[in-house]
Nanobody
């Protein structure tokens, strides 16, 4: 099973920036996609951004123009650069790695708190 470790969360003021990192224990070449999801208290987990195997990127409408997902193949890592953060971006952010045939692993989550 692929191990996933996130880092980079924290407390930031509204309008500020944070960069999240997600490291996978498997080679990027064996991974189909890596994505960021988030879950706010009392809400369902939702997709934030996804980086596909072919280099495609998908963003949720609520982060377009503010968040950027990128990848470092040498380090089997994807990043989520978050800018112009809003209080409603407060959530636990999870990284999901899809590999093999319909297999996936979740990270433990990293808390992001945006103060107004």
């Amino acid at each position: 099973q692929v191990q996933v470790v996130e880092s980079g969360g924290g407390l930031v003021q509204s309008g500020g920036s944070l960069r999240l990192s997600c490291a996978a224990s498997a080679s990027i070449s064996s991974i189909n996609a890596m994505g960021w999801y988030r879950q706010a208290p009392g809400k369902q987990r939702e997709l934030v951004a996804l980086f596909g195997k072919g280099g495609s990127r998908k963003y949720a409408d609520f982060v377009k123009g503010r968040f950027t997902i990128s990848r470092d193949n040498a380090k089997n890592t994807v990043f989520l650069q978050m800018s112009s953060l809003k209080p409603e971006d407060t959530a636990v952010y999870y990284c999901k790695v899809l590999y093999g045939i319909e297999s996936f692993s979740w990270g433990q989550g990293t808390q992001v708190i945006v103060s107004s």
